[in-house]
């Protein structure tokens, strides 16, 4: 999840000035007029509100790997739509893109939509993707030896500061009975943390993909993640974290264009169910996009669940007060905004009742 790290104290920043920015020119990302060319056997143009339409999300297996996989195999095409899947660089710039009203439609993880709801910004989550959690972790040195997770204390971590992994090692701590204030955290932009901790001038990173994996392949040992466990005293399954990848779209386009979002979510769900049931397919089709080799994509995917789901773990895990309590105490959101005013799931029931599991509160 490139976008964390510093995202949540930027943002805020890139917002505003967003607001500037957008009183002083148009929408350059605003839907084309709708294109006649679309696949034979699709829906009659005439029952979606527009054909063409700007899908914004990132190049970045966690956020857009369902979004690519729409578009590359014509899942999209397939329901009457020309999309333009616009994959930016750096995930952070989407909530400044959603704030100022270029991106009408996007994808990017739910905490982005916290953010933005505690400043008033009029959006909904339509759709959850993927829980991303299990690729938020920890990697020990290769010299790194623990008889109990305990033993990280007085150990120096790198880490991003504001980096949103930090609320699953706030909560191994929490179970395990580590003192998480005697840990000792340095400031390190994930790149410089993968460095450092190959030379052994920390005892471990806290980061997110492609540098997780890429920790490990310079002889680094995954510890935890949001989901996951190989510490000494806790092994396998976690519930230390949880944040999802969602799809959000502005109150005022799905106001107004309710039959174009139901086909691009059911082009997502098409795509969804083709990563699930051709893994090996869709990583050789993803790797290149992602730039990204066939081995490193294998080992980030394999840390993601992709699922349109809207169960427990979403509702309560990425949504509940544990989360908002976390971005309120380091300064990322003023007050918790409730879920129902951020999340808008009429169209997903609409296109499959069974993903609705559990209701939101």
Not at 13 to 36: D, I, K, M, R, Y
Not at 310 to 337: C, M, Q, W
Request: hydrophobic share 40%; aromatic share 6%.
């Amino acid at each position: 999840m490139k976008k964390s790290g510093n995202w949540f104290k930027s943002a805020i920043v890139l917002t505003s000035l967003t607001f500037v920015l957008a009183a002083c020119g148009g929408n350059n990302n605003a839907p084309a007029a709708v294109n006649e060319g679309a696949a034979s056997n699709a829906p009659s143009s005439t029952e979606l509100e527009m054909a063409d339409l700007t899908l914004v999300g990132v190049r970045d297996a966690q956020i857009s790997s369902q979004q690519i996989i729409a578009d590359k195999l014509g899942y999209f095409k397939e329901e009457g739509l020309n999309v333009t899947s616009q994959l930016i660089e750096s995930g952070p710039d989407i909530g400044p893109m959603v704030a100022g009203g270029s991106a009408p439609v996007s994808i990017q993880t739910n905490f982005m939509d916290i953010i933005l709801k505690s400043t008033d910004i009029p959006v909904k989550i339509i759709a959850p993707l993927a829980q991303i959690a299990g690729t938020q972790a920890v990697v020990g040195s290769s010299k790194l030896e623990l008889k109990s997770a305990k033993d990280l204390e007085g150990k120096t971590i790198g880490i991003p500061s504001g980096a949103d992994v930090t609320i699953a090692i706030n909560n191994m701590a929490k179970e395990l009975g580590v003192d998480a204030s005697k840990i000792k955290y340095v400031n390190l932009a994930p790149s410089d943390a993968v460095v450092a901790l190959e030379k052994g001038d920390i005892d471990a990173l806290a980061a997110w993909e492609p540098f997780i994996t890429k920790a490990i392949q310079g002889g680094g040992k995954f510890l935890f993640s949001g989901t996951k466990s190989e510490l000494p005293d806790k092994q396998g399954d976690v519930n230390w974290m949880s944040v999802h990848t969602t799809i959000q779209v502005s109150d005022e386009f799905l106001a107004k264009n309710p039959n174009t979002l139901k086909a691009v979510l059911r082009a997502l769900k098409k795509a969804t169910d083709y990563i699930n049931d051709n893994r090996e397919e869709a990583i050789k089709t993803l790797a290149p996009e992602l730039h990204l080799t066939v081995e490193e994509l294998t080992q980030i995917m394999s840390r993601n669940v992709y699922s349109m789901e809207v169960g427990d773990t979403y509702v309560n895990g990425s949504n509940g007060p544990a989360v908002g309590e976390y971005l309120k105490s380091v300064g990322n959101i003023k007050s918790i905004p409730a879920p129902a005013t951020y999340h808008d799931f009429s169209l997903l029931k609409e296109v499959d009742a069974s993903l609705i599991v559990t209701e939101l509160k």
